[in-house]
Structures are given as structure tokens and as C-alpha cells.
């Protein structure tokens, strides 16, 4: 596995993430490295910190969180008018009503899972998310969500270089984000937002919500469903918050676990 | 009040009890020199005294900073800061030793600058320059140098503030430049130094604030904190409307407030700010103020909005003397180009006027003249009433006149009701004539009249 290159001055005192994995089979075990004594558990914790949820596909139930009636009160299967539509949208698309599209909300059962689910992995590995959006009327609550969670927000404009040209922009040594969710992947003038494209170039994955009229090529877990209610941004807030606040509290809770385990084995 | 030498050969090896010469301060940043027009000299430059050389050939091409050098015995002084800046600073660029040659001694000149005379890009190297640890060192620095000024000035270094600071620059370091900001100066460090915003993340690379992704991220949490208090008031609003209670209408008095400016701003914030980010950042806490339940957030609107101190003074018009003998008089002082004129008019009077101790008619032969004094009292119709003392110096004959009739109307004033000095003011006889003569430019014969112009 290519190993990520976007970070320019990685901290020292990280130690060498496991390997990006595409698909639910367990990691093979990394040789162990020899890590910087500021680390609270030992090396061989750490490795059975990071390889423990990759032994399940939805290690952390992120079904759970929602359902298809949940979804539908929320509006999320309403598209735009058959006019708007982007083609490589088309297999998303259950059908079209009073030509008004409609979401295939069960494509969007599995594809919010998937999302979830990634969103969770990277946050129990301690990852930088980004909440990207350009639509005004969510601005303040994506930030709040964002500010809840512990994670980032940029619902503002976005500066050319802050991705591609980021040493110069903050200073040597920044850390790029290691998720973008997009909940909505448009900007003001329709066009597709250009850290779709940032973010694929710096080897990114990135999360959005794509509605009928969206192009979802360079999005790696995309989920097709409405971006313009007010009920279903809400309802994509509460499922971003709750992942990423269930992952981290395990994560913390293991830390710990791992902590007094070492101690005993100490002692 | 230098002390003495003991000896001013060179080479000496006579230390002054504080061994240690005068720091200076470091190096500006040019992001400071874009903020104020000119930067702090990059040390205390000390000024050709009589007899000290100009700077050998070697010292063409390369930039210079002269360290303290007024002293004499200071050949050994810079000697070990020398030494110590060769140490420590020598990467960044071109240390110099140039011997100066002078009638009565030979002081030894360092020849040492850095990059940030010309870079560019703050955000980048910034944080690392103006780190605690090197503020406080500089601070240390400031605070030991100040002792050795105070010594150096015979004064008592607890006592020793900084205006004692700024004579004893400007008494040592006599300068000829015009800006203020270009003279040598030693400041502490906190008003040298901007307050610059350290580094943004900890260890972990993690940054400690949510909106760090966006580039400005003090002015954007600024806008979510405010656009959250207007949602507070609309939501207020909206239970009152529920409850069918009316809104409350006591606004604040807006009158005597002003917005902060967007420099007060970009201090606030310690960051640049656009215009339009000022703009819109202004837009929505007027819409926050003018909202009906707007009162709720008044503590937070008045981290944003200054007083703005009185500007109408009011003119106090004296109010009548009366002389030995029992007369009402009033004075009054005018100005008209380059005439200046003070005048006592008296009541029952009979309609004389004197000038300088002379009769009018032979002051001011011509008849507009003499209209122009009487203008006031015939506004008034106060003609044959008041008897007037004028003195006047200045100008020619027109702006004499207009001086004492200025300065006549002045003193009418105090015999007159309010109403009349309104009629007055509206007339224009108040009003003190800005027009005076325009100077000459270069390239041109006068003022406006151009050369005569030859076709060959």
C-alpha cells in the first residue's frame, strides 16, 4: 500500500499508521516499529488498537443510527426537477415523479452505511474530518456540528492553495485533513466544489452527499440524497456527530483499557 | 555626561564595570514595516561624531548595522559583541568588522543584517522568529540595557523611565531624519514586536481551533458568534410573538456610538482582514441592533461599538464688561490672510472708530474699506451706536479691514440676542475667511499662471 505522502513534516511522535484498507478482510500484522516512549500503550497494543475494528465489517453498528422511514420523514429521497438531473447520477435515481426525480433511498441505505462507517474507522484513528459546504443556509449549523464533535468546518470560501499550497498558506508543518465530508458538494454558482478535486489530488478521501444534480465521480464514498432541506442536512448532522462521538469515546475506552492492561502485565 | 575614558588607545584592555554593550533591538519583521510606514531601525545607529572615518572599501556591497559606538573605550566592548554576534547570528547574513578610523580613537564597526530587511511571506517563517522564549529574552535584554543607560546617564536605574529612555537616545543618538519612527529608538520589546499569533496545532498536528481549515479563522468564528446571537434574538422574538406579547421597542441610542474601524478590528482579531469581511461584518451586527428584540445582546454589541466623544462645542459668548466709568464694552479678535486684529466695542457711543490710535478716515482712505467695518453694525442697525478701538498688524489694507470686521462681529455678539447672532452666522459675518494665497509650484510662473508657452 502507498503510503501517504501529503503529510510535508510529520510529527515525530506519531507513529506510522497502518495501512489504508479498501475492503472488510483483517490487516496483515505491520512488523513492529519501534515506538517513541511517549506513547501510553506498547507497541504491540498499538497495533491491536488500530487492527481491532477491522475484524468486522460494521464493527461499530452505524445501521443502527438510522432507518428508511427515518430517511424518508427526512426528505432525503427528493431530487431535483428531471431538467437538473447529472448523468452519472442516473443509477441512483429510483425514478421521476411530476418530473421530479426521486432518490432510490435503499442504494442510500447501503451507500450511508458505507460512509458512516469510514467516517467512524478514521475517527477512532484520531484523523482530522472537514465538514465542507458552500450552502449559506446550513453554514452555521455544519460549524456547530463541527465545533461538537471536536472536528473542522469550512463552510466558507474557499481559498485557492489551502489544500495543494497548504505549507505556505499555515505555516511549515501543518497537518491536512484525513476525511472531507461534503454535505453538499456543490458551490454558490452549481459548479462542482473545487475541494473535490483538492482533495483527490492530495490523496484525500473524501465522504458527500450528492443530490440528483451533483457529479459523484471523484467522491470516494458517495451518498446520493437531498442537500437542500432543512430536515435532511439535520438528520445528515446528527448521523455525522453520533459516528464520529461513538468512535471516539471507544477509542478512548480501549486507550485506557490498553493502559491498565500493560500495567498489570508490568507489574 | 559620557564618564571618561581611562584610556583610549586601541586594543585596550580596560573593561567598564558592566561589561555587557547596549542590545539593540532585533530586527523588524517587514510585515511590521508594511503596518507602520517606516520600520525601527534594525539597532541603535550611532551618527558620524566629529572625527570617526567613513567606512573602509570593504564595506561596499554589503548592508550594514552599526552597533553602539559612541563610546570610546568601547574598542573592547565591540570587541565581545563581535564575538558574540558572529555566534550567534551568522547564518543569516554578513558579519562585517570595519575598523573606522578617527582622530582620537579607532572603534571597530559591525557590519551585520538578515533577511528580514527584505522577505516577504510572514505566515511561514513567523512563528518561529517570535517565539515566548524569545520575547522574554528580549525582554531580559531591554530591561539590562535600561540599566546600563541609567548608569551611562548617571541616573538612578530604578527610577529611570522611558521618556528618561527617549532623552538619553536622542541625547546620545542625535538624529537628523525627519520621521520620528526612523530615529533610533529603544522601546520594550512588547511594542516592537506585533503580537503574533503562534503556532496553531499541538503535538499531534491537530489544530486548536475548529474553523483552522478556513485561513481566517478569528474573523470567521467572530461571524458565527454573531450570526448565533441573531438566531438567539429571533428566536426570542418568535416566543414573543407566540406568547402574543409585543416586542420590546427600546433602542439604544445609536447617536453617540460609532462601529469599530477595521484596523481596531484587525487588532482585535490579529489578522488581516478585506474589506468586504469588514463590510459584511458590520452589515450583520446592524441587522443584530435593528432587530426589535435586538436589546437582549447588548453586552455583546458593545465589545464592537466605541463612544465617540462630543464634537460640537458649544461657543461661549462672553458676557458684558463694564469700564470705570460705567460703559458696557465687549472684545473681540479677528483674522483675515495674514492680519490679525483685536477691537473693544463700547456701548453709547456715537459711531467712532480708531485704528492703531488713528482716526479711520485716515487709516483706511478707501471707501470699501471703510464699508467693510461698517457691515456688522449695519446688519445690526446698530450704526451711530457703538464707538470701536481697533488694533491691527499684519496683511495689507483689504485684509486689515476684514480682520477688524471679523473681529467686530465678534464682540457684537455679546450686545446682541441669541437669535440675531444666528442672523449673523447665516450672513456670514462670523466666519473667519479661510482663503489665503496659494503658493507657487515649480515649472510655473505663479501660483496658476503657467510659463509662456513658444511654439518653437
Redesign the interface.
Known amino acids: 500500500m502507498p503510503s501517504r505522502a501529503r503529510?510535508y513534516d510529520r510529527?515525530a511522535?506519531?507513529p506510522a499508521a497502518a495501512p489504508r484498507l479498501y475492503s472488510s478482510l483483517p490487516a496483515p500484522v505491520p512488523a513492529p516499529a519501534p515506538a517513541p516512549a511517549a506513547r501510553s500503550p506498547g507497541p504491540g497494543a498499538d497495533d491491536r488498537l488500530l487492527t481491532e475494528p477491522l475484524s468486522q465489517p460494521d464493527f461499530f453498528n452505524v445501521k443502527e443510527l438510522f432507518s428508511l422511514k427515518d430517511l424518508f420523514n427526512a426528505r432525503v429521497h427528493l431530487g431535483h426537477k428531471k431538467g437538473c438531473r447529472h448523468r452519472f447520477m442516473e443509477p441512483y435515481i429510483f425514478g421521476c415523479r411530476l418530473d421530479q426525480d426521486i432518490i432510490d433511498l435503499d442504494q442510500t441505505m447501503d451507500h450511508l452505511q458505507l460512509a458512516l462507517n469510514f467516517t467512524a474507522h478514521i475517527a477512532y484513528r484520531?484523523g482530522?474530518i472537514?465538514f465542507v459546504s458552500r450552502n449559506r443556509q446550513f453554514c452555521?449549523l455544519i460549524?456547530?456540528t463541527?465545533?461538537e464533535c471536536?472536528?473542522?468546518?469550512?463552510t466558507?470560501y474557499w481559498?485557492g492553495g489551502?489544500l495543494t499550497n497548504a505549507?505556505?498558506?499555515?505555516?511549515?508543518?501543518?497537518?491536512l485533513?484525513d476525511l472531507l465530508i461534503f454535505l453538499s458538494s456543490l458551490n454558490n454558482v452549481f459548479e462542482p466544489h473545487v475541494a473535490i478535486r483538492d482533495a483527490a489530488k492530495m490523496n484525500i478521501p473524501t465522504v458527500g452527499v450528492v443530490d440528483t444534480n451533483c457529479n459523484p465521480c471523484l467522491i470516494t464514498y458517495p451518498i446520493p440524497g437531498n442537500d437542500d432541506s432543512p430536515t435532511a442536512m439535520e438528520l445528515y448532522c446528527k448521523l455525522f456527530k453520533m459516528t464520529i462521538i461513538r468512535a471516539k469515546d471507544y477509542r478512548k475506552q480501549r486507550e485506557v483499557f490498553h493502559e491498565l492492561q500493560s500495567k498489570a502485565e508490568g507489574n | 555626561m559620557r564618564p571618561p575614558s581611562a584610556c583610549s588607545a586601541r586594543g585596550c584592555a580596560h573593561q567598564r564595570p558592566s561589561a555587557a554593550p547596549l542590545t539593540p533591538p532585533r530586527p523588524s519583521r517587514s510585515a511590521l514595516a508594511q503596518r507602520r510606514a517606516a520600520p525601527s531601525l534594525p539597532a541603535l545607529i550611532a551618527t558620524h561624531r566629529a572625527g570617526a572615518a567613513p567606512a573602509l572599501p570593504a564595506n561596499r556591497g554589503r548592508r550594514a548595522f552599526l552597533g553602539p559606538c559612541g563610546a570610546e573605550p568601547g574598542a573592547a566592548v565591540m570587541a565581545a559583541a563581535m564575538r558574540r554576534l558572529l555566534r550567534a547570528g551568522g547564518r543569516r547574513g554578513a558579519a562585517l568588522v570595519v575598523a573606522a578610523g578617527g582622530a582620537r580613537s579607532q572603534t571597530l564597526r559591525l557590519i551585520y543584517t538578515t533577511t528580514a530587511a527584505w522577505k516577504k511571506?510572514v505566515?511561514?517563517s513567523?512563528?518561529e522568529k517570535y517565539t515566548e522564549a524569545f520575547i522574554k529574552k528580549q525582554i531580559e535584554e531591554f530591561n539590562l540595557g535600561k540599566r546600563h543607560l541609567a548608569n551611562m546617564m548617571g541616573e538612578d536605574p530604578e527610577t529611570f523611565t522611558q521618556e528618561d529612555i527617549d532623552r538619553a537616545i536622542a541625547y546620545l543618538f542625535p538624529s537628523g531624519l525627519f520621521d520620528k519612527r526612523a530615529r533610533p529608538m529603544m522601546k520594550h520589546p512588547t511594542e516592537i514586536f506585533p503580537e503574533q499569533r503562534k503556532?496553531?496545532?499541538g503535538?499531534?498536528?491537530?489544530?486548536f481551533h475548529?474553523?483552522?481549515?478556513?485561513?481566517?479563522q478569528s474573523y470567521?468564528s467572530l461571524m458565527?458568534d454573531t450570526?448565533?446571537k441573531l438566531?438567539n434574538v429571533q428566536k426570542h422574538q418568535d416566543q414573543m410573538a407566540a406568547q402574543d406579547l409585543p416586542p420590546q421597542k427600546e433602542k439604544k441610542n445609536l447617536v453617540g456610538s460609532r462601529w469599530l474601524t477595521k484596523t481596531e478590528l484587525e487588532e482585535m482579531l490579529l489578522e488581516k482582514l478585506s474589506d468586504d469581511d469588514y463590510s459584511r461584518f458590520i452589515q450583520l451586527l446592524q441587522k443584530l441592533v435593528t432587530s426589535p428584540c435586538g436589546n437582549i445582546e447588548e453586552n455583546y454589541i458593545k465589545k464592537f461599538s466605541r463612544e465617540i466623544s462630543a464634537q460640537l462645542q458649544k461657543v461661549v459668548i462672553e458676557p458684558l464688561k463694564h469700564d470705570d466709568r460705567g460703559v458696557a464694552f465687549s472684545t473681540g479678535e479677528g483674522e483675515r490672510k495674514t492680519s490679525r486684529a483685536t477691537v473693544i466695542v463700547y456701548d453709547n457711543g456715537t459711531g467712532k472708530i480708531t485704528v492703531n490710535g488713528i482716526d479711520v478716515l485716515h487709516y483706511f482712505p478707501v471707501l470699501q474699506d471703510r464699508e467693510q467695518l461698517l457691515f456688522p453694525f449695519q446688519f445690526l442697525d446698530r450704526v451711530g451706536k457703538h464707538d470701536m478701538v481697533c488694533t491691527v498688524s499684519g496683511g495689507g489694507r483689504s485684509s486689515q479691514a476684514g480682520a477688524i470686521r471679523l473681529a467686530s462681529a465678534k464682540a457684537l455678539r455679546s450686545f446682541v440676542t441669541e437669535k440675531e447672532v444666528e442672523f449673523m452666522r447665516q450672513a456670514g459675518l462670523l466666519t473667519v475667511d479661510p482663503r489665503v494665497k496659494e503658493r507657487k509650484k515649480p515649472g510655473q510662473e505663479g501660483a496658476r499662471r503657467k510659463f509662456t508657452w513658444k511654439k518653437r
Open positions: 503529510q510529527p511522535s506519531l484520531k482530522i472537514l452555521h460549524e456547530s463541527a465545533q471536536g472536528e473542522y468546518a469550512h466558507r481559498q489551502l505549507p505556505i498558506q499555515f505555516g511549515s508543518g501543518v497537518r485533513p | 511571506n505566515a511561514a513567523g512563528p503556532i496553531q496545532w503535538e499531534d498536528g491537530r489544530p475548529f474553523l483552522f481549515y478556513t485561513g481566517k470567521y458565527h450570526y448565533e438566531l
